[in-house]
């Protein structure tokens, strides 16, 4: 639905009428925390209206399932990008205002091997979206060629899920290098991929931030 | 394409940054892959002889070409670099002497290829380094002559980075380059920068080999043009990474190679501590994983490749981390 959505489709943007359930369903708010951010990304990429229904089943999902003490920076990074894209269906404006929570951290993004960074990072493509500032892209947005050196290594091993999430990043990153091909790359990976809905959506993601750029 | 501004050999900069926080290698481990390597080498140099009795033909004759070009390549590499140490020079003049006295027969072996085909680039390419060091044969120098004068030489089809190849080896030699570098290179997969990601194994080697012609083998690292590094510098470590996590030592070799050709070279500790344990203690290096069991008269054709090159990277890389190690940081 997600991605139909994306590629323009699937008017109007209706995730719990798409599946026939109700916005309290533990299964469908179980699923809204996979997409994560996502479940908004026709929202906040293409501009599309949420039904009052959707935004209160990601209301739910993201009350029930505060990140706990302690939990891994994806997790946390992951309810970050809920509220904060929560926060933008409903006030249109395009930063977050998470009130006083600290922002969970970004180090490892400097300090881990480029391998390791995008393995991560890819895991939080949802939040790659344009003009969603945050501390977790300003990090990213310093290490651009080391993320492009992962985008390869993901290409090579044939691994489509990480290599989209991290050409997801890329396209949100300024200093991206020419050479990289970034563009023929997320074809191949559509190509090759898209039999998984999850590498669909994080392709179509990309093209909609590049497309966006560009024009 | 534009050339890097000319640096002194003697004083090219300090290795840059290293990917990943792991201490900077040691110059003693790079050093004794190259000693082994060499060991190796000298102690089975027979294998490289063809057979040239009335028996033998042409064909046999012809597949011994390649492992005694490359002998000939890397022993001048050796030669050149003189890093390796007194003990190991020697190794290497009575290799080198040995390579041109007996497996090539003074040259003749060469004359005799170019008789039967004159338009083969095989012999010059062979002839070259040794010429650099002081071997002759006219006669395999005057059938080079005669032809490169021939629009037919210049004409022969071959893959873009062997054009490359030969364009230096004929300036090296003293004639005109059939096709001026630059332009050869720009020919190749590596002068076009492409999609990284494209990077499969023959491109690979087709990569290596065009550093290692526009380099004269590492002699000028400073020739590589300034496009061409930038983009190495970039994706290098990819495929460094990438050929080290399948074990494919005799790739990984050659990017070694070309890491150490660069102006900022890494000299990658993980790669280079895969590679190292990689050897086996006789000083042979795998091709891939590890050599079949067998001794050293069966497996010289697997092993001869990836030993040349373990020794050719050694000395490369030796030479840039003593470099670094002499010259001051910025």
Known sequence: MVVLALRGGGDPFDLLGSVLSR???????????????????????????PTDADVALVEGAVGAFPPKPGASSASAWSHWGMRAALHRVRTGAPGPDLGPEPDPETGWVASEPWQRMTHQLSQLAALAVPGLPSPLAAAVAKRPVDLARGFVRAVRRRDWLQAAGAGRWLAVTEGVPASLGLDGGLDLIHHMGAADARVALQVRAAQLAREGASG | MTSRPSSSPTSPPP?????????????QLLHRVGAGALEWLAAN???????????????????????????AVIG?????????????????????????????DGGELLAWLQRREPLSPIPLELYVPFQELGYRNQEVEGRARLARGLTSWTALEMAPNR?????R?????????????????????LGRTPEPWTAVYHIAYDVTHTVFHLTDWGEHPEA???DIADYLELWLPVWIED?????????????????????????????WQLYAAAQQPDGAMPVQRTLPPGDPADTFDLAYHPTLVAAFASVMATSRAMTALTVPQP
């Open chain 2, 243 to 271: 050929w080290a996590s399948v074990e494919h030592w005799d790739l990984l070799g050659e990017l070694l190679v070309v890491d150490a050709c660069l102006p900022r070279p890494t000299l990658d500790p993980a790669a």
């Open chain 2, 224 to 226: 590589l043009p300034t």
């Open chain 2, 163 to 167: 054009r490359l190849g030969l364009a």
């Open chain 2, 45 to 71: 140099r027979t294998h490289f002889r063809a057979r040239t009795d009335a028996s033998t033909s042409a064909l046999e004759i012809g597949e011994r070409f390649k492992p005694i070009g490359e002998l």
């Open chain 2, 169 to 189: 080896v004929e300036i090296r030699a003293g004639l005109p380059p059939s096709i001026e570098v630059a332009e050869a290179a720009r020919r190749t997969w």
């Open chain 2, 15 to 27: 290795p840059g940054p290293l990917a990943t926080s792991a201490p900077p290698i040691s110059p």
């Open chain 1, 23 to 49: 916005s309290d369903d533990p299964a469908t708010v179980a699923a809204v925390r996979v997409l994560g951010a996502d479940a908004f990304a026709p929202c906040t990429l293409r501009g599309k209206t």
């Open chain 2, 76 to 104: 001048k590499v050796l030669f050149r670099e003189g890093v390796a140490g007194s003990q190991q020079s020697a190794i290497i003049r009575k290799l080198l002497d040995y390579a041109w006295r007996e497996v090539l």
